[in-house]
């Protein structure tokens, strides 16, 4: 049994499946902007949208077992991710897309900015609850999630 208090455990097992379910979202945001771009800049942004799904994609085992290893339940389906989720609904629309050919890249910004700045928050309460090994997996999560609003915002310029 793991050495961390109970309270350490629902406290870390709770911000974690809040993490689980924004990242979460936040990769099938990226496939719906990977799908549907279009304009002059369409081969690019489809294939960086492709990279930073799958950048964003690698840490989600990795939160969902932490999960079970702190003795919870990875909440990890499509339906308790579309319930958990902090994010807000990807929304660019038909006329969006087509008058603005980085539609897609300006509203999948936000969504990592926002994504990121939250797991930052927990990166730093689980620390305080005690949890260490948390803190530091979220923290490589963050690490991801910057790396590829880095590299989408580099295509807005």
């Known amino acids: 049994m793991n050495d961390l208090p109970a309270k350490t455990r629902a406290f870390s097992i709770n911000a974690l499946n809040q993490t689980l379910a924004d990242v979460s979202d936040l990769y099938s945001q990226t496939k719906q902007a990977h799908w549907n771009v279009r304009g002059p800049y369409f081969y690019t942004l489809h294939k960086l949208f492709d990279d930073v799904a799958a950048a964003v994609e690698e840490p989600i085992d990795g939160i969902a077992e932490r999960i079970v290893q702190l003795g919870g339940v990875a909440e990890g389906t499509v339906r ?23 539609a897609y890249a300006k509203a999948l910004a936000k969504q990592y900015a926002d994504c990121a700045k939250a797991v930052r928050k927990k990166v730093d309460s689980t620390a305080d609850a005690g949890d260490a090994d948390t803190s530091d997996l979220l923290t490589g999560v963050s690490n991801a999630l910057d790396k590829s609003l880095w590299f989408i915002e580099a295509h807005m310029r």
């Not at 958990?84 to 050919?101: F, G, M, Q, R, T």
Request: a negative charge.
């Open 80 to 102: 308790m991710t579309a319930k958990n989720s902090s994010l807000s609904e990807l929304k660019v629309s038909d006329k969006a897309a087509d008058s603005d050919p980085l």
